[in-house]
């Protein structure tokens, strides 16, 4: 495991390298969706390839970010990684082009534990848990609509995004990106239970 990983580090630099990374195919698209879980202060962000692409066993993630668009009131406890190991990397609170509002960034440090991907079905990546007093309030950032993308007033960079190498795709090796939220708010109880058994 530990060449494969040396080996798909080789190639994302290669991609980065020759830009190919910066131009993302959204026919190769990557959905994320942020829902509460059975414990109605728990929340789970989650990934899903879009109906494009049916990713290999042989994928490795290279790149990622979730930026999560709240109340500026807003605290979390227990982060706990289950897919790709996240961090909180940036906070930024009440800008000028949201004054009401936080954007709080996790982001990808290592695929550990590796993230896998599963054609339609959803990979959890991370939980957290916030006060039953922010239900409805925790959304994840639109990189097209946000009044704080980027440009803006801080100079920072929030913002959704995942970069995934499939070496076991038919054809050759595939590059995966994020391409959009296929749900932005954390509205409907989700049963941990039917993940735990897949």
């Known amino acids: 495991m530990k060449t494969f990983a040396t080996f798909a580090a080789i190639i994302f630099s290669f991609f980065f390298a020759a ?3 910066a131009a993302q195919d959204t026919q190769n698209g990557l959905e994320f969706k942020i829902q509460l879980l ?3 202060n728990t929340y789970g962000v989650f990934v899903k390839p879009d109906q494009t692409i049916v990713p290999s066993r042989k994928t490795q993630t290279g790149s990622g970010q979730v930026t ?3 109340p ?3 605290e979390y ?3 706990k990684n289950v897919s790709g190991t996240w961090v909180e990397n940036a906070r930024v609170d009440g800008p000028v082009e949201a004054a009401d509002k936080s954007y709080v960034s996790f982001g990808f440090v290592v695929d550990n534990p590796r993230i896998q ?3 339609t079905e959803e990979t959890l990546l991370f939980t957290f848990t916030a006060d039953a007093a922010f239900a409805g309030q925790v959304e994840l ?3 097209e609509n946000d009044p704080f993308m980027t440009p803006n007033s801080y100079g920072s960079n929030p913002g959704n995004d995942l970069g995934v190498i499939d070496l076991g795709a038919k054809g050759g090796m595939v590059y995966y990106a994020y391409a959009r939220n296929y749900s932005t ?3 409907e109880l989700h049963n941990l239970s039917t993940l735990a058994s897949k």
Do not use: K, Q, R, S
């Open 19 to 21: 830009g190919f990374v």
């Open 38 to 40: 059975d414990n109605a």
């Open 68 to 70: 999560l668009v709240v």
């Open 72 to 74: 500026t009131d807003f």
């Open 77 to 79: 406890d227990n982060l």
């Open 117 to 119: 991907l599963f054609p």
């Open 141 to 143: 950032f639109d990189n």
């Open 185 to 187: 708010e954390a509205e």
